[in-house]
């Protein structure tokens, strides 16, 4: 069983809607990270989280640290959004992040 | 701007054959890694280094290698012993406080 599975793993929705997407780890973490990666092929970090909420613009990812759980919501999707979204934990210190397979997001108009 | 570089964008291995994979960043960070993407999976750590002269292998190292000569530089030699090397190859750096993971444009291999 992967330590990082996300869901869904393919993902629909029309340009407006509010968008979830989720990952429960199974280990002990030091942090969370929620990663984009574009149709190109380039990845940009999101967010990293410890605890709690952070929000960027239409982004808002939550950490709840007692569940092994996060999420990532879009609202008012568009169709730029179209993308993988991944999410990957850090165990401890200098570790390097270990991924979930990612989330395909296709925000149709 | 800073950043990391990567290069070719495309690059074609012959049977038996050692090909490298450069990888450059001038973001100044000790911490760099090398990630393999298969379609439907997610990124493996091929190798990781922490610090100039130092590298640790990661979960799929057989069949790669890698040098850190310079903090900028962390190249990735695929060998003739990696049997699928057809892949898509993503190279990262760390801020120190390990807060935000940069990566690169990638490089995807192909065997001819």
């Known amino acids: 069983k992967n330590e990082v599975e996300q869901s869904p793993q393919n993902l629909t929705a029309q340009e407006g809607e509010f968008i979830t997407i989720n990952c429960s780890y199974s280990?002990?973490?030091?942090?969370l990270h929620w990663l984009q990666q574009h149709p190109g092929g380039g990845i940009v970090s999101l967010f990293m989280?410890?605890?709690g909420k952070k929000k960027h613009g239409r982004l808002i990812a939550t950490i709840n640290i007692q569940e092994k759980h996060s999420s990532l919501h879009i609202t008012a999707s568009h169709p730029r959004d179209s993308a993988v979204y991944i999410c990957?934990?850090?165990?401890?210190?200098?570790?390097?992040?270990?991924f979930g397979k990612g989330t395909r997001l296709s925000v149709i108009a | 701007d800073g950043g990391i570089t990567q290069s070719p964008k495309y690059l074609f291995r012959k049977e038996g054959q050692n090909v490298t994979l450069s990888c450059e960043q001038n973001?100044?960070?000790?911490?760099m890694y090398w990630y393999r993407q298969d379609p439907g999976q997610g990124l493996r750590l091929i190798y990781y280094s922490q610090i100039v002269n130092d590298f640790q292998k990661g979960d799929i190292a057989e069949g790669y290698s890698v040098s850190r000569e310079k903090k900028e530089s962390f190249p990735l030699t695929v060998t003739s012993a990696q049997k699928n090397p057809t892949a898509f190859y993503l190279c990262a750096s760390m801020t120190g406080g390990g807060e935000t993971q940069y990566f690169g444009p990638g490089t995807r291999l192909l065997v001819l």
């Open positions: 280990v002990g973490i030091s942090a």
């Open positions: 973001l100044n960070h000790d911490a």
């Open positions: 989280l410890s605890s």
């Open positions: 990957a934990v850090r165990k401890s210190g200098n570790t390097p992040l270990v």
